[in-house]
């Protein structure tokens, strides 16, 4: 099962498909595209990011972007895959709406992945089948339709990472200022290489930044931007053909 809804227009994709693995190039727009990549199988699969294992058990879910390399050699077995781009729906610009950057996706953390158990399983099955409908109804609306069922994902998906994620001495406020800083970190870390830099951007002090970080796991701020510049140089060594004296 494929489906895809594309303006020409405005360069826009939506992608749904359940064989992620054997149907992604059938697309016709793949690059620069995030993914909720969904295990619905019973077993668990094997998965491979940035060259770094990952294993995917049953009703778990994780979200890739364009940043990440992801390889399916190691799984025979069917994943199922959403995939869209910024002009269907950028999630910076309606982060208001959804508040998952630096949760779901552009985070300087592990790979964030979260397990749909019995109490919400109905409810992510039931718009698996909505979801599937809606691409059988091409009229005018479709793309609104369907961009308000990615929204729907998006936000059942960040509810659950807030709670299975984060832990919960966490006032929602500290919950924003460490997405927040996670997803500066990801758009400023070839220029800012200082925890001040982002604090300023998020009107705290260092200080501040370091007591919630070390609330929050054990890596300090400082720690996330230097794992975030050695994360993109070891991407370059293995994705890219650029030397490593060019790369360093």
Not at 132 to 154: C, H, N, S, V, Y
Request: hydrophobic content about 40%; charged content about 25%; aromatic content about 10%.
């Amino acid at each position: 099962m494929k489906y895809e809804y594309r303006d020409s227009k405005l360069g826009a994709i939506m992608g749904f498909t359940d064989d992620l693995k054997n149907t992604l190039n059938d697309f016709s727009i793949t690059q620069n595209t995030i993914k909720f990549l969904w295990n619905r199988n019973d077993v668990t699969i094997q998965l491979a990011v940035d060259n770094i294992p990952v294993e995917l058990a049953p009703n778990q879910l994780m979200t890739v972007t364009y940043l990440h390399h992801v390889s399916f050699k190691e799984t025979t077995l069917p994943v199922t895959g959403i995939l869209f781009n910024r002009p269907f729906y950028c999630i910076a610009d309606h982060d208001s709406e959804v508040s998952c950057n630096g949760i779901l996706f552009f985070g300087t953390q592990d790979i964030p992945i979260i397990t749909i158990d019995a109490s919400h399983k109905r409810k992510f099955e039931l718009w698996h089948e909505v979801f599937a409908e809606e691409f059988g109804t091409p009229d005018t609306i479709q793309g609104d339709m369907l961009q308000m069922l990615l929204k729907r994902l998006i936000i059942m998906s960040t509810r659950l990472a807030k709670e299975q994620l984060i832990v919960k001495t966490l006032n929602n406020e500290q919950i924003d200022t460490i997405r927040k800083f996670n997803f500066l970190v990801d758009l400023h870390y070839k220029t800012k290489r200082k925890v001040s830099d982002y604090a300023e951007l998020l009107f705290k002090s260092p200080k501040t930044l370091s007591n919630l970080f070390s609330i929050y796991n054990q890596k300090p701020p400082q720690q996330i931007i230097l794992d975030r510049v050695a994360l993109e140089a070891k991407r370059m060594m293995h994705f890219t053909e650029k030397q490593n004296q060019k790369i360093a």
